[in-house]
T-cell receptor
Framework: GEDVEQSLFLSVREGDSSVINCTYT??????LYWYKQEPGAGLQLLTY?????DMKQDQRLTVLLNKKDKHLSLRIADTQTGDSAIYFC????????????FGTGTRLTVIP | ETGVTQSPTHLIKTRGQQVTLRCSSQ?????VSWYQQALGQGPQFIFQ???????GRGNFPPRFSGLQFPNYSSELNVNALELDDSALYLC??????????????FGPGTRLTVL
């Protein structure tokens, strides 16, 4: 079955870069997503990458995909206190419903 | 463009009761997916509706049921509530076949507490 794993916690200092990692098991993933969840809120789509891409950059966000190792990472440059949240990676598998399989989330804490 | 909205925001029920949660999809989206997010966990897929028909289901018992209406809004119904049903219920809308991705956009969620 599908299994998406993330480390639970990450702390960085304001202005540093953050790197959040994710591993997944299903090689048939079509798209991989990063969502952000602030306390008491729903999920905000940050970015996504198609499975045949290696890298995608979007302003302060850089997504790296190593399909061979089934490893996905999200780098946030110049991390700000407003980036403190839980970050979820999710994979989309073409099972008909294209539902998302989520990791357990990484709680990012930015220290001023 | 109107985003995904959900109601109510919070709900408290007791074991054995029934609950209905509502979701309005983002303008132009015809597909609605429901997810359950237990405390400290990632969201888990419950089911998806496309053009008023169930289009896939996760590992949830039949007491979790849903509907989609002609305007693409949706309801999630849960019968015979159990304590473990306490969670944040998230609705996401998407529009398959638009060429980019079936990217799902989430609402703010309904926090259900079962006592």
């Amino acid at each position: 079955g599908e299994d998406v794993e993330q480390s639970l916690f990450l702390s960085v200092r304001e202005g540093d870069s953050s790197v959040i990692n994710c591993t997944y098991t299903d090689s048939s993933s079509t798209y991989l997503y990063w969502y952000k969840q602030e306390p008491g809120a729903g999920l905000q789509l940050l970015t996504y990458i198609f499975s045949n891409m290696d890298m995608k950059q979007d302003q302060r966000l850089t997504v790296l995909l190593n399909k061979k190792d089934k490893h996905l990472s999200l780098r946030i440059a110049d991390t700000q206190t407003g980036d403190s949240a839980i970050y979820f990676c999710a994979e989309s598998i073409p099972t008909g419903a294209n539902n998302l399989f989520f990791g357990t989330g990484t709680r990012l804490t930015v220290i001023p | 463009e109107t985003g995904v909205t959900q109601s109510p925001t919070h709900l408290i029920k007791t074991r054995g009761q029934q609950v209905t949660l509502r979701c309005s999809s983002q303008s132009g989206h015809n597909t609605v997916s429901w997810y359950q997010q237990a405390l400290g966990q990632g969201p888990q897929f419950i089911f998806q509706y496309y053009r008023e028909e169930e289009n896939g289901r996760g590992n949830f018992p039949p007491r979790f049921s849903g509907l989609q209406f002609p305007n693409y809004s949706s309801e999630l119904n849960v019968n015979a509530l159990e304590l473990d049903d306490s969670a944040l219920y998230l609705c996401a809308s998407s529009s398959p076949g638009t060429g980019i991705t079936d990217t799902q956009y989430f609402g703010p969620g309904t926090r259900l507490t079962v006592l």
